[in-house]
C-alpha cells in the first residue's frame, strides 16, 4: 500500500489528465460550460437590477456638457437596460470564464508554461480593465466636450438618441479595452519566439501607419476620436518594445547563468 502511494506521489505533472478519456474530457468541458453559463445567467439578472443606475451614470457624464438625451422607439431605453445588464454578466462572469480556462489546461501544461498561462490571464485582464478606466476618466470627457464644442455659437442643440449614446459609449470602453492588451500580446509572442524586438523596433514607421490606419476604422467617423486612440496605441507600442527588451535580457542572462552552472568544474 505504502509502495503504490509513493509512486503516486511521483507520478509526473499533468499525468492523471493525460490518462483521460476523451469522453471524460468531453464530460469536463460541458460541466465547466455550464457552471460559466449558469454564472452569467445569474450575473445578467443581477446587472438588470443596477441597470438604471448605469445607464443614469453613463448619461451624467453627457449632460455634464450640455447633451440632452431621448428615446425616439417605445422599447429603446427598455433595450438598452437589457443591453447594460448582459455586458455586467459577462464582465462578471469573465474571471470565473477565465479560471474555468486556466483549469481545464492546466494539467496538460509544463510548470513554465502553466505560468506563463497564468501570467496572461491575470496582466490581460488588469490591461483591460485599466483600458476601461483610461477610457472613463480622460478620453471620454475630452471627446464629449470636443464633440459638443462643435455646435458652439450655433443653433443646433445636442439632443442625443440614449441607443447612439449608450452604444459610443461602449464602443469607446471595448477599443480602450482592446487597445490596452497590446502590451500582453508582444510580451506572450516574444516569449514564444514568434516575435523579437528588433522587428518591432524595425518596423516602428509602418507601425505607426497602420496604427493610424486601424483607428479611423474602429473608432467613430471623426478626426479626434481617430487621434485620441492612435496617441495611446503608438504609446503602448513603444511601452511594449521596453517590456519585451527587458524580458529578453532578464531571459539571456537567465540561460547564461543555467550555462555556466551546468559546465563541469576543473
Not at 95 to 107: G, K, M, N, Q, T
Not at 231 to 238: D, Q, S, T, V
Amino acid at each position: 500500500m505504502m509502495k503504490k502511494q509513493k509512486n503516486n506521489a511521483k507520478r509526473p505533472h499533468g499525468q492523471e489528465r493525460q490518462t483521460m478519456t476523451l469522453t471524460g474530457h468531453l464530460k469536463e468541458l460541458r460541466n465547466r460550460l455550464a457552471i460559466c453559463i449558469v454564472c452569467l445567467i445569474v450575473s445578467s439578472l443581477a446587472g438588470l437590477h443596477f441597470a438604471p443606475g448605469l445607464v443614469e451614470l453613463l448619461t451624467d457624464i453627457g449632460k455634464s456638457y450640455g447633451y440632452s438625451y431621448v428615446f425616439l422607439a417605445p422599447q429603446e431605453l427598455l433595450m438598452q437596460y437589457f443591453s447594460i445588464a448582459l455586458l455586467s454578466g459577462v464582465c462578471l462572469t469573465v474571471p470565473v470564464i477565465l479560471y474555468h480556462i486556466w483549469a481545464f489546461v492546466h494539467p496538460g501544461l509544463r510548470k513554465n508554461e502553466d505560468t506563463l498561462f497564468l501570467a496572461a490571464i491575470s496582466s490581460g485582464l488588469l490591461c483591460f480593465v485599466i483600458g476601461i478606466i483610461f477610457a472613463y476618466k480622460i478620453m471620454l470627457p475630452f471627446m464629449l466636450h470636443f464633440l459638443i464644442g462643435i455646435s458652439a455659437g450655433t443653433e443646433i442643440v445636442a439632443t442625443i438618441s440614449v441607443q447612439n449614446y449608450i452604444s459610443f459609449l461602449l464602443t469607446i470602453f471595448m477599443i480602450f479595452g482592446i487597445v490596452f492588451e497590446l502590451p500582453v500580446i508582444s510580451v506572450l509572442l516574444t516569449q514564444m519566439g514568434l516575435l523579437k524586438v528588433a522587428w518591432m523596433r524595425k518596423g516602428r514607421r509602418v507601425l505607426i501607419v497602420i496604427i493610424f490606419v486601424v483607428a479611423a476604422l474602429i473608432t467613430p467617423p471623426d478626426i479626434v476620436s481617430q487621434i485620441m486612440v492612435a496617441i495611446p496605441m503608438i504609446g503602448l507600442y513603444e511601452l511594449s518594445i521596453i517590456i519585451c527588451s527587458i524580458l529578453m535580457r532578464f531571459r539571456k542572462k537567465t540561460a547564461r547563468a543555467e550555462e555556466t552552472d551546468e559546465q563541469p568544474r576543473t
